[in-house]
């Protein structure tokens, strides 16, 4: 399965944070490789790693251009916590995006 997504997005991904390809392969258990050469993102594994590993993608690229909101639904391998906006900046690290 290939996902191709638009040139923002994905080097946002690598430059904001290098090491988020290989962290989200870790936790879906998902093997990615991304060609930033034509912005498509491959995304290897059974079912349920692809539709995991595509939905943390989708939330990483959501979080550079706005707020992310998940529904608690929204699978059961979500946590939810509610986190007040002085301390967003220990959560999403020192050079994480954020908007008010």
Same mark, same amino acid.
């Given at each position: 399965?290939?996902? *191709?997504?638009?040139? =923002? =997005?994905?080097?946002?991904?690598?430059? *904001?944070? =290098?090491?988020?390809?290989?962290?989200?392969?870790? *936790?879906?258990?998902? %093997?990615? %490789?991304? /060609?930033?050469?034509?912005?498509?993102?491959?995304?290897?594994?059974? !079912?349920?790693?692809?539709?995991?590993?595509?939905?943390?993608? +989708?939330?990483?690229?959501? @979080?550079?251009?706005?707020?992310?909101?998940? !529904? +608690? %639904?929204?699978?059961?391998?979500?946590?939810?916590?509610?986190? =007040?906006? !002085?301390?967003?900046? /220990? *959560?999403?690290?020192? @050079?994480?995006?954020?908007?008010?």
């Amino acid at each position: 399965m290939s996902h *191709v997504a638009s040139p =923002p =997005p994905v080097s946002s991904i690598l430059r *904001v944070n =290098p090491h988020a390809e290989e962290k989200i392969a870790r *936790v879906s258990g998902a %093997d990615l %490789d991304l /060609f930033e050469h034509s912005l498509t993102l491959e995304i290897r594994g059974t !079912e349920d790693e692809r539709n995991r590993a595509k939905k943390y993608v +989708e939330c990483v690229m959501a @979080q550079r251009v706005g707020p992310v909101h998940i !529904e +608690e %639904d929204d699978g059961e391998d979500l946590t939810t916590i509610m986190v =007040p906006s !002085e301390a967003v900046g /220990f *959560v999403t690290g020192s @050079q994480a995006l954020t908007h008010p």
